[in-house]
């Protein structure tokens, strides 16, 4: 077939490749076929509009190709096929001697300078200011965020070409300069890294939804979450007044600072925030490289996975038998990654499930001598190992302590997503616009779906459950454990789907839901988050129950079998959280009494499970009638999150459906303990108000357990109990800043403070409420005379739709 038939024929095939998901592919094509000849300026202009359907500009291309003949439809061929393989000639930038021919040298080498320059982006615009070749405005139109670094190289060239020779020569000289600085990565080097990064190419390519049902590509549905600096980050004026945001390749970035001599980027995030798929999308651009060249080598680690590891491995045993494995000269490729780890990133996802104690105490600093993985990771951390080579690690908030922080260099809270993000999230999982339309309407129709979809993990649940959300006879949404009983409906009916299920969808799976909720609580006494198939019949688990898709396969990250792959995982902690939960609500081997500790624990008594040990896996636990001892090994956010669901399962409604699976006496014996032990745990923060200063107003600064208390009254809809436990609130101002209150714990903090008979104001400066918040607080700001709320990333549409609401409040006086 000749070449201008092929082009014809699998036209359908180049539209669909190259106007999926970035414009990356298809500015890298134009940049082959630039440097050919194959197309003119004028040519590029008209397929390069900015703002055009990039299906459409892929059209236009191919209908201008057709119409060149068969050379330039085989030249064409030829560059989609390098494109589509990745691969690209070794290059060394030598520019000509003669100066009349660097114009045309930027021309016809453009794809490999643009692969040189994005990285050293920001110096060549600097070097250029100030030599006056290019004005300050013609860098801003270039470096705006909605480029990425190859776009910004690729309209950095665009604007060379049309400054002429004089600008080519500075440019270049200036480029061999910065080059000469950087090492050169061995033969055997590129070898290696080619092989890396087609393995983190193919584990990162698929986003596995959380139920392991079906494999999406994480380029047509990856969706940006909101990203800030810490807000202890100081930054100008300007930047605090737009709350720190950030993009994606904004982490790396030299800005917001807390340590220049530290090496590790952390980023936390509460669970369901979305941590690991930014980790993926991180790793997938760098493997299809797009993204993030200046790292010649990424070695992405899961720290539930390193836990497993319990022979002593050294730094280069870590490297290459549990990432990726080097098929020749291995000393040679580790001498480099040693001598410049300025190019190389490590990333640890997870760390708040690694079970060992952060120290710097124990100085370790052999790459090849054999220790624990503990002592490498720490020693990573801290840059006694592979000094200069970047750490990002993930995280909740909770699991990172003041010794760790010393080693930070940059801390990024991940938000969830925007009242836009959750839109854009829904389009690209639902490609039919009618089924995305009605999930839209539906969400924002109920203001606490709508506060629930902000965070990733509920949003995708809302996605999955919608045709049961939408059934006309299903009871709105109002509590994180109503969306998670709904979930349990949702697999439980997959599971069988010629059976009709009960409305009570715990009676007939019953034993079922036992066994995985004694793995799954069992697991977070002992610290765990992988189970290995002997602990899986151990506690009962049968196919049956495997085959309700709970509790999957874990993916071995690891080329080499050094972990055995017989390891089962929950889809999510929140669902090992979860079924923990109904548990202990459901079962009989868990005492009434056992639940005064799960509800009134503090911060100083709960024991942590990261004691530098993993606690042995025990069966029965809650067999040997010391349920206490046994909750104080769970790590407090796994405790709160549990003891949320349990509040949750004790509302009225899922109440009733408790008492008709299981007829117990123990259920509200249970039902009473929790009413009596979140009234309690209110009233106490309110006695440790100290009284006012004579001429003051009294006022109270919220502690986190305040608000997780409050969570839990949320989660029970329990009128009576909310009323009761702001009766004795007796101040005139409540103070919650920096209390990580998003739009969840503002439906929370709404559902109880609108029962405040007494007008206050309420400070929520330095939050995550946003406009979805602002949308959930509604109900009870007719309680406040001032409101607070600065740097909470809220728009122009959160701040309308919050006056048009105060002109009708009374006692409103002050708003900031």
Not at 631 to 644: C, D, G, R, V, W
Not at 799 to 810: G, N, R, S
């Amino acid at each position: 077939m000749c070449a201008l038939q092929s082009v014809s024929t699998q036209r359908d095939n180049f539209v669909s490749t190259l106007a999926r998901g970035s414009a990356e592919k298809y500015e890298r094509l134009l940049d082959f076929l630039i440097s050919w000849d194959v197309i003119n300026w004028e040519e590029y202009e008209h397929v390069n509009i900015l703002g055009q359907p990039l299906s459409k500009l892929v059209r236009e291309l191919l209908d201008i190709i057709t119409c060149k003949g068969e050379k330039d439809c085989k030249l064409f061929l030829d560059a989609f096929h390098k494109i589509e393989d990745g691969s690209l000639d070794e290059f060394n930038l030598n520019a000509p001697k003669d100066f009349s021919q660097f114009s045309l040298y930027l021309k016809s080498e453009r794809p490999q300078i643009v692969r040189i320059i994005h990285k050293h982006i920001d110096n060549i615009f600097h070097h250029l200011l100030e030599h006056d070749y290019v004005t300050k405005y013609e860098v801003d139109t270039i470096q705006l965020p909605i480029f990425s670094p190859a776009q910004k190289a690729r309209r950095l060239l665009d604007l060379l070409r049309i400054k002429g020779n004089d600008s080519a020569v500075c440019f270049l000289q200036f480029l061999q300069h910065l080059e000469q600085g950087a090492a050169q990565v061995p033969r055997a080097g590129v070898r290696y890294q080619k092989k890396l990064k087609s393995t983190i190419s193919a584990q990162s390519q698929f986003l596995s939804t959380y139920d392991g049902t079906a494999n999406i590509c994480l380029e047509d549905v990856y969706t940006d979450s909101i990203l800030e600096l810490s807000k202890s980050t100081k930054m100008s004026d300007t930047i605090q007044g737009s709350q720190n945001l950030l993009g994606l390749l904004d982490i790396f970035s030299a800005e917001g600072l807390l340590n220049k001599n530290a090496d590790t980027v952390l980023i936390l995030g509460d669970a369901g925030s979305g941590k690991s798929t930014l980790l993926q999308q991180i790793h997938h651009l760098w493997a299809e490289g797009n993204e993030f060249q200046n790292f010649c080598f990424v070695f992405p680690f899961s720290c539930r996975r390193l836990c497993c590891v319990a022979k002593p491995v050294s730094l280069k045993a870590l490297l290459f038998e549990y990432c990726c494995w080097p098929d020749e000269l291995q000393e040679e490729i580790f001498q480099f990654i040693l001598t410049n780890p300025n190019q190389v990133l490590f990333t640890f996802d997870g760390f708040d499930e690694f079970k060992f104690t952060f120290s710097d105490d124990n100085k370790y600093c052999s790459p090849t001598d054999s220790t624990s993985i503990a002592s490498i990771v720490f020693n990573l951390l801290q840059g006694n190992l592979m000094k200069d080579s970047i750490k990002v690690l993930t995280s909740r908030p909770e699991a990172i302590t003041a010794v760790l922080r010393k080693y930070v260099q940059k801390e990024v809270h991940l938000k969830g997503f925007s009242e836009e993000g959750i839109e854009v999230f829904m389009k690209k999982h639902h490609t039919k616009p009618d089924i995305s339309t009605k999930i839209i309407n539906m969400v924002k129709a109920n203001s606490s779906l709508h506060g629930l979809c902000h965070i990733p993990v509920f949003c995708w649940l809302v996605s999955k459950c919608h045709e049961e959300l939408m059934m006309s006879s299903c009871r709105p949404m109002q509590t994180i454990t109503d969306m998670y009983v709904l979930a349990l409906l949702h697999f439980l009916q997959h599971a069988s789907p010629t059976e009709k299920l009960p409305e009570n969808v715990l009676e007939k799976n019953i034993n079922s839901i036992s066994h995985l909720g004694k793995l799954a609580l069992n697991g977070l006494c002992c610290g765990l988050y992988l189970f290995s198939h002997e602990q899986i019949v151990e506690s009962q688990i049968n196919e049956q129950d495997l085959s309700l898709g709970f509790l999957v396969p874990s993916k071995n990250l690891y080329t080499e079998s050094t972990l055995s792959p017989e390891k089962y995982e929950f889809l999510h902690i929140t669902f090992q959280c979860f079924f923990a939960a109904l548990y202990i609500a459901t079962d009989d081997d868990v005492v009434a009494s056992s639940l005064n500790y799960l509800f009134n624990w503090s911060r100083n008594s709960s024991s942590n499970t990261a004691t530098g040990k993993c606690f042995l896996f025990c069966a029965h636990p809650f067999l040997q009638n010391n349920n206490k001892e046994c909750l104080k090994k769970i790590e407090t956010q796994n405790l709160q999150i549990m003891a949320s669901f349990v509040a949750g399962l004790f509302s009225e409604r899922l109440y009733n459906m408790l008492v008709k699976s299981r007829q117990s006496q123990n259920l509200s014996r249970k039902l009473k303990i929790i009413e009596k032990c979140l009234s309690k745990g209110i009233r106490k923060h309110f006695k440790s108000i100290p009284p006012a200063v004579q001429g003051e107003i009294k006022s109270m600064h919220a502690m986190p357990e305040f608000i997780w208390l409050i969570k839990c009254i949320n989660e029970m809809q329990n009128m009576h109990l909310s009323k009761k436990a702001v009766r004795g609130f007796d101040v005139d101002h409540l103070k919650l800043t920096y209390c990580r209150i998003g739009p969840t714990e503002c439906s929370a903090l709404a559902y109880v403070l609108k029962h405040i008979k007494k007008p206050i104001g309420l400070q929520l400066d330095h939050n995550s409420v946003g406009d979805i918040g602002i949308e959930q607080l509604i109900p009870c700001l007719h309680i406040c005379k001032a409101l607070y709320l600065r740097n909470n990333s809220i728009t122009d549409k959160g701040i309308c739709k919050l006056l048009d609401q105060a002109l009708h409040w009374q006692n409103f006086q002050k708003i900031a």
